[in-house]
């Protein structure tokens, strides 16, 4: 059988870090390839180059043995090659029907693409009706979305980019189907991932990529977890220790609260009740949009609630801002790194100024304590490991993971009562990733009330005491989160019921 | 006078030449050019960038000059060499400090918004209200004589000032009102008001019937003299140095500045970090409308004299492009403050002595800003050769 | 004061000529912010349109050769914006306002020699006997081929937005410029047409002030009516129809104080002369409750990365 795609050679610099350096694969059609590799193991950029994203300096890529060298997204969808994004490439005031007429070479009108729409969502088992805005819908829906915009155009080879990581465990299920039911048709897809597990079940075929080159090439089903684990990381990695979590004292509360989104798009958090105390972790699981951002900003003080709603230590939070509330020691570090938990231009210690001010004394009757506060960046760029030349650099020049880790650790060395943290793990790569996961762990042993809020449920699990589910802006009851697994999991999140859940 | 370019019967008057001249060479040159971002701002490129804007603009302004039919290099030594060099330096050395400081006073608290975001550009709406009450507040007194009369005018224009400037200031608190519109459409306002108060309240009785308030200068009290005779340094200047220190101090060793700073770099990010948004909006359009009623108040009460129909002379909109000129860091704000003094000043010698046109110079400064704000891309960007990527 | 001679019929006439060169400006920025680009500079590139229409009518005797140049001046003058914001990455809010500082000083260069002239008469009526009804005649067709060419400009943008695939993309792009590239579609190619759309529509507008309206040369001529025209599209929540229902509403606001000016109503005149534009302030303090119409990329500088 000849290959649908041989990639030969690729290879693409940017300044200071060769992305992908002589990268060869071939995928032949109705195979499922697996593109394994950590952050910044030059997966994007790969495919960035198949869908003409991106132009290699070197190498070739040949299409049904023919040359192909596409210059723009429209000359790869014509080859047929579709693309579904790891962020969804959506236009939320626009609808579903004119969000996939924009991905469409030639679109029919309106009132046909609806049909087509209506019958392919059937077809493939993706409910979706054309007509609703897609700032609407839900991550899953928007990914429907997303692949239903390329299964209109016939494609040969379907690039998926992570596409698991914002799906509930019972959209997964639905996804693999659709997924091996386009393998069966003859369509080739290209899954790019970094969940080992997901990549056993559902793909033929894998190749790892780790600093941009191929180190392995491997049949999953046969290879276990642990090997392409190593192949991909280089190392054996540590998995976080946790002491025994000797619970204390309810430390920061939050009784019915119900605040509407200050975005448009945004999700509403409707009655959230929980409490937390010392010492212990409490992981809310759930997929990104179901309030999670709103639900950090509440307790960071950037969203205001109504009195009663939270409380520190018998304390009403209500009108109380963050930076007031981190004098207090109810510390927060969003999800964004750029932009909300970090300025990007600054530097460093302009960064550890923006949170340290009031814990750290950095400041005095308004007076800033410039040297007292590199001294402070300098701390946490030693303790946490954050690879950069100095203090003085801006923040956009670190890697996610470093800035990440320089994030968590600005909160963490304040020593606060209360940590609150939004996905912190979120596109970080897995030495950083498990440094982070041993910071909050040990911040929780020596008595600090942590509240981890992510996606990643393999990461709550295994970090968290108690589990609880932000779905729709409403909290399920935390549980302890020994005992329980995915299908109970997957029911808290709101998945549907009644629906055998894969074991992925 | 000699007939230039847009003279009606040469029959090339329809030349937008300006951009007839720049546009297509600048669009050329984007098909060689693409942009790669910095790690970091480059610290070298932002301090370059300013005299590289400048330096092209005297390159591109003689360009325009010649075109007018005036000798480029005679009109750019006329401007920017006679006025410190010349033969009558003496007398146009001083005017170096009396045009620089309002503007350079006006400039700073623009600055300090800009930074943050939040772009008040009413403050010639605010100069004249400023004016207005300095004006009015002395005028209340005449013919007393008492040294408290010019402290309360400066206080007056500057309750003046910031009061015109915190009507857009709490709209965009209350209602999320874009304050770009509102200061500007405040300006026209005040021009109205202006020319009210000229012809009605602040009318010198004794003035035949002509607009225009009683002169200042000849009412001591309230007059804004020189502090030291021959140097062109009023009270408006020390005010502008006293600003400019205030300022310098405030965006770098204080927690006001910094949420300044961190405001218009990641609002996110500031909001996160405890800034509260409402407040610091109210900051910067207070401080910003109190410098340029101060502005107003000591052109007024000094180098004008009067409150007339024409008092303003858009000071206002000019310290907009000493802003950036000086890239919104106070001492960078001195330095182009004198700077845009000089081609004023040196335009009008132009005007006087080659026949420049006055409009000749307002295209000048508005090119200055053009060049800088399209050299500022260097500081986060490198630029390289070659045919752009894909897309 | 004698209010009887304000004839309303003619009142309403010359309301609708008011408000053309705040609409063809409106309209021209609304499709520029609906791609995602705010552009300050309307007042710049109203006035630069003023003075090359103006200059080129003189000129050539043709007021329609006027309007073309018009039209291009203003496209020309947004082109300097387009590459400060699209390509130098400048930020949009300075780069307008070096646009309308620069169009001002610009447009007092070029009309310098023009001052006090008049420009040859733009033919009025051009529906003819339809003009002589009672009532509708001056209200409806009476007016000149600008006023119309306005009304069908506002109606081809809203048909073009709403039903074809370039408003489409032009609307994807000012929504989310992100997921734009990502599809393929060239944001600043798309983003650079659209600025001069709203340059030439801009120029319009201007020379319609300054052939028409007023009809002369004097410098800074427009007096604002840039800046009313960008609060307009804010108040439309990006929609044209709104933009013309606006468009009229301060159009007669303006002519209605200029006839009570004329009719020595008892408000000093500086005082109507403030009113259109507190009535613009009051209308943004309204309408600027609800942002959430305001395209999702407004404002954001594009910059392609890997």
């Known amino acids: 059988m000849t290959d649908l795609l041989a990639l030969r050679g690729l290879t693409k610099a940017y300044p200071g870090v060769i992305a992908n350096d002589d990268v060869s694969l071939s995928i032949a059609p109705g195979e499922i390839h697996a593109l394994l590799g950590e952050n910044g193991a030059g997966k994007s950029t790969l495919v960035k180059m198949i869908y003409g994203l991106v132009k290699p300096d070197a190498g070739k890529m040949e299409m049904n043995g023919a040359g192909f060298a596409p210059t723009d997204p429209r000359a790869a969808r014509a080859a047929g090659v579709g693309m579904v994004f790891q962020h969804f490439s959506l236009f939320d005031a626009l609808s579903v029907a004119e969000n996939i007429a924009l991905g469409m070479e030639t679109p029919p009108p309106m009132r046909t693409l609806a049909a087509r729409i209506e019958e392919v969502s059937q077809t493939y088992g993706l409910p979706l009706s054309p007509d609703r805005t897609v700032g609407d819908l839900s991550a899953g829906e928007r990914q429907r979305v997303e692949i239903i915009r390329c299964l209109l155009q016939d494609p040969k080879l379907l690039i998926m980019d992570e596409p698991t990581s914002v799906l509930t465990p019972q959209e997964v299920d639905i996804l693999f189907k659709t997924l091996r039911k386009l393998s069966a048709e003859g369509t080739a897809i290209l899954y790019i991932s970094h969940k080992l597990e997901e990549i056993r079940a559902l793909c033929d075929t894998a190749t790892i990529l780790r600093g941009g080159k191929v180190v392995g090439d491997c049949v999953p089903r046969d290879t276990s977890a642990r090997e392409m684990a190593e192949l991909m990381v280089g190392s054996t990695l540590a998995t976080p220790k946790s002491a025994a979590h000797a619970t204390g004292e309810v430390i920061l509360s939050v009784t019915n609260l119900s605040v509407a989104s200050p975005s448009a798009f945004g999700m509403a958090l409707k009655d959230i009740s929980f409490a937390v105390q010392a010492g212990e972790v409490l992981g809310i699981g759930g997929v990104a949009g179901n309030g999670q951002d709103e639900l950090l900003a509440v307790l960071s003080g950037e969203l205001p609630s109504a009195p009663g709603m939270v409380t520190f230590e018998g304390r009403d939070l209500a009108g109380i801002g963050p930076e007031a509330r981190r004098g207090l020691g109810v510390l927060s570090a969003p999800e964004e790194r750029l932009g909300h938990a970090a300025a990007p231009n600054m530097s460093l210690t302009e960064n550890a100024m923006l949170t340290g001010a009031a814990r750290e004394g950095l400041s005095a009757r308004g007076l800033l304590n410039w040297p007292k506060t590199r001294a402070f960046a300098t701390r946490i760029i030693s303790e946490f490991d954050v690879r950069t030349p100095g203090p003085e650099n801006a923040a956009r020049s670190l890697s996610g993971g470093n800035l990440q880790k320089f994030v968590i650790g600005r909160e963490v060395l304040q020593k606060p009562e209360v940590l609150v943290v939004n996905q912190p793990t979120w596109g970080v790569d897995a030495a950083a990733a498990a440094a982070i996961r041993q910071a909050l762990l040990d911040l929780a042993a020596g008595g600090t009330a942590v509240v981890v809020i992510s996606q990643d449920l393999d990461e709550l699990m295994e970090i968290s005491d108690r589990f609880a589910a932000l779905n729709e802006g409403r909290l399920s009851d935390p549980r302890p989160t020994q005992g329980l697994d995915v299908e109970q999991i997957g029911l808290m999140l709101g998945g549907a019921h009644g629906i055998e859940v894969a074991h992925v | 006078m000699s007939r230039n370019l847009f003279d009606k019967q040469s029959g090339a008057g329809a030349n937008p030449l300006g951009m007839a001249v720049l546009s297509p060479a600048l669009w050329l040159a984007l098909l060689f050019v693409q942009l790669e971002k910095r790690p970091q701002p480059s610290k070298a490129m932002a301090y370059a960038t300013p005299v590289l804007a400048v330096v092209l603009t005297m390159i591109f302004g003689g360009v325009l000059f010649a075109v007018l039919g005036k000798d480029p290099l005679q009109a750019i030594t006329t401007i920017f060499w006679e006025p410190i060099f010349g033969e009558f330096a003496f007398f146009y050395r001083p005017q170096l400090l009396i045009k620089g400081a309002p503007l350079v006073l006006i400039a700073i608290g623009l600055a300090l918004g800009f930074k943050a975001g939040i772009w008040n550009i009413g403050a010639e709406g605010q100069y004249i209200v400023g004016a207005i009450c300095g004006a009015g507040a002395g005028l209340a007194f005449y013919p007393a004589e008492s040294v408290l009369i010019f402290p309360l005018m400066v206080l007056a224009g500057a309750l003046g000032g910031w009061a015109w400037a915190m009507i857009p200031g709490l709209l965009k608190v209350k209602f999320g009102t874009n304050e770009i519109l509102v200061s500007l459409m405040l300006v026209y306002v005040a021009e109205q008001l202006l020319a009210s108060m000229s012809l009605g309240l602040l009318k010198n009785p004794e003035g035949f019937g002509f607009p225009g308030s009683r002169n200042l200068q000849q009412y001591p009290s309230a007059h804004n003299a020189e502090i030291i005779t021959g140097t062109g340094m009023h009270w408006g200047v020390v005010a502008a140095l006293i600003a400019v220190i205030f300022a310098y101090v405030l965006l770098t060793r204080h927690s006001l500045g910094f949420a300044i700073r961190v405001t218009g770099e990641a609002p996110r990010a500031a909001k996160f970090g405890g800034v509260n948004p409402g407040r610091l909006v109210l900051f910067c359009l207070g401080i910003s409308g109190l410098l340029a009623g101060l502005a107003g108040m000591f052109e007024v009460s000094g180098p004008s004299g009067q409150i007339s129909i024409d008092f303003n002379v858009g000071y206002g909109f000019t310290a907009i492009i000493v802003a950036f000129l000086g890239r919104l860091n106070p001492l960078g704000i001195v330095a182009a403050g004198l700077l845009m003094a000089l081609t004023y000043i040196g335009g009008d010698i132009a005007q006087s002595q080659l026949g420049l046109p006055a409009a000749a110079i307002q295209v000048f400064q508005g090119m200055l800003l053009f060049f800088l704000l399209a050299l500022d891309v260097l500081t986060n960007y490198r630029v390289r050769f070659g045919k752009g990527e894909t897309a | ?306």
């Open chain 3, 1 to 306: 004061m004698d209010l009887s001679a304000i004839n309303p019929i003619l009142l309403v006439a010359a309301m609708i000529a008011a408000a053309t060169p705040i609409l063809l400006a409106a309209i021209g920025e609304l499709v520029v912010e609906r791609a995602g680009v705010l552009n300050l500079g309307v007042e710049g590139m109203m006035i630069t349109g003023a003075v090359c229409g103006f200059i080129i009518t003189v000129n050539t005797g043709s007021p329609t050769v006027g309007f073309i140049a018009a039209a291009i001046g203003g496209a020309v003058l947004s082109l300097l914006f387009a590459f400060l914001t699209q390509v130098a990455l400048a930020n949009q809010v300075a780069s307008g306002l070096a646009l309308t500082l620069f169009g001002l000083g610009l447009s007092a260069l070029m009309g310098q020699s023009y001052v006090g002239i008049k420009p040859p008469r733009t033919e009025s009526t051009p529906l003819g006997s339809l003009a002589d009804i009672p009532v509708i005649g001056p209200i409806v067709f009476g007016h000149d081929l600008i006023v119309y060419l306005g009304l069908a400009i506002v109606a081809a943008t809203w048909a073009t937005l709403k039903f074809t695939r370039a408003g489409l993309v032009l609307r994807a792009v000012g929504e989310n410029h992100d997921a734009a590239h990502a599809l393929g579609y060239k944001v600043k190619r798309i983003r650079t047409l659209a600025i001069m759309f709203g340059g030439a529509c801009a120029g319009l507008g201007g020379a319609y002030i300054s052939l028409i309206r007023v009809p002369q040369w004097t410098e800074g001529m427009t007096a604002g009516v840039g800046w009313i025209a960008l609060a307009l599209v804010v108040f439309a929540s990006w929609k044209p129809w709104r933009v013309l229902l606006g468009a009229y509403l301060f159009g007669g606001i303006t002519q209605l104080q200029l006839n009570l000016q004329g009719a020595g109503v008892a408000i000093p005149v500086e005082y109507l002369a403030m009113s259109p534009y507190i009535v613009t302030i009051i209308v943004l303090v309204i309408l600027s409750a609800d942002k959430s119409r305001a395209p999702g990329s407004l404002g954001r500088t594009f910059h392609a990365s890997g």
